[in-house]
Nanobody, 123 residues
Framework: VQLQASGGGLVQAGGSLRLSCAAS????????MGWFRQAPGKEREFVAR????????YYADSVKGRFTISRDSTKKTVSLQMDSLKPEDTAVYHC?????????????????WGQGTLVTVSS
C-alpha cells in the first residue's frame, strides 16, 4: 500500500489543523492505521492509531483530548484532527499502515509509511 500525507502547515498555538493520509493499493480495510511524529533532534514517537474496523482508537497521553483520529474506508483515507495545538506539537507527521494486530503503538510494527507532512506551531 502507498500512503500520501497532506495538510501540514504553520499555525499559531491554540489553533487547529487537519492532516489527511490517502492510501492506494492494498486492501485498506485490513490495515491498522497510525500517525507518528518526529521533532527535530528527537526520535519518532507514536501519536495515535485506529483499528482496521475504525471502532478502536488509541492516543499518546500528550495528545489525548486534543487530537482525533478517524478513517473513511470509502475514500481510503485516515485523518488526524488536531485542536488546541501547542508549540511542542511541532514535528513532521507520518501516517503508517500495518496488518499486525498487536503492539501497534511502536513504529517497528508498521510496514508502510507515508512521506510525512510538516506541522509548525508558533507560540
Amino acid at each position: 500500500v502507498q500512503l500520501q500525507a497532506s495538510g501540514g502547515g504553520l499555525v499559531q498555538a491554540g489553533g487547529s489543523l487537519r492532516l489527511s493520509c490517502a492510501a492506494s493499493g492494498g486492501t485498506f480495510s485490513t490495515y491498522v492505521m497510525g500517525w507518528f511524529r518526529q521533532a527535530p533532534g528527537k526520535e519518532r514517537e507514536f501519536v495515535a492509531r485506529i483499528s482496521a474496523s475504525g471502532v478502536s482508537t488509541y492516543y499518546a497521553d500528550s495528545v489525548k483530548g486534543r487530537f482525533t483520529i478517524s478513517r473513511d474506508s470509502t475514500k481510503k483515507t485516515v485523518s488526524l484532527q488536531m485542536d488546541s495545538l501547542k508549540p511542542e506539537d511541532t514535528a513532521v507527521y507520518h501516517c503508517a499502515a500495518t496488518i499486525r494486530l498487536l503492539n501497534t503503538l511502536v513504529a517497528d510494527a508498521y510496514n508502510y509509511w507515508g512521506q510525512g507532512t510538516l506541522v509548525t506551531v508558533s507560540s
